[in-house]
């Protein structure tokens, strides 16, 4: 997979890094953010190794007016007080697209400066896990 990968001009400053893993998929740890065509608000997550597990993920100031996530303090301390972090949205995109909804709880955050990525669950108590992201 990294020679595919190569292929595509990803190098391994590419490489965002999760310590310890992502809830479910512990054991996978170095991933990269692939531009889903022209889109540049649409990802996918790719395990570095293998084919799989990937992700589709979204930034969400495409989508969510007002998207204000609040870090615990465990959390800022795990990102040493970072603030310039990118937050990306986990989704699910079922057959039916007018059913896809994101996670809002539980953003991947990332710190774009060292690439050190982690799945957290905001203090934020009126975010949903599952939020529809198209009201029809």
């Not at 595509?8 to 490489?15: F, L, N, R, S």
């Not at 395990?47 to 989508?63: H, K, N, Q, R």
């Not at 800022?76 to 989704?91: A, N, Q, R, S, V």
Request: charged content about 30%.
């Amino acid at each position: 997979m990294i020679d595919k990968l190569e292929a595509i001009g990803v190098t391994e400053k590419d490489i965002i890094h999760f310590k310890d893993g992502i809830p479910g998929f512990e054991e996978y740890k170095d991933y990269v953010l692939l531009q889903e065509d022209d889109v540049e608000f649409i990802m996918t997550m790719q395990y570095i190794e293998e084919d799989m597990p990937s992700f589709i993920v979204l930034d969400p100031s495409a989508f969510i007016q007002n998207y204000s996530p609040e870090l615990s303090e465990y959390d800022k301390d795990y990102f040493d007080g970072e603030t310039d972090l990118k937050y990306l949205l986990m989704t699910i995109i079922p057959k039916d697209m007018n059913d896809t909804v994101v996670n809002l709880k539980a953003p991947i955050v990332i710190n774009p400066k060292t690439n050190r990525a982690k799945q957290v669950i905001l203090e934020n108590k009126d975010y949903p896990v599952r939020c529809r992201l198209f009201n029809v």
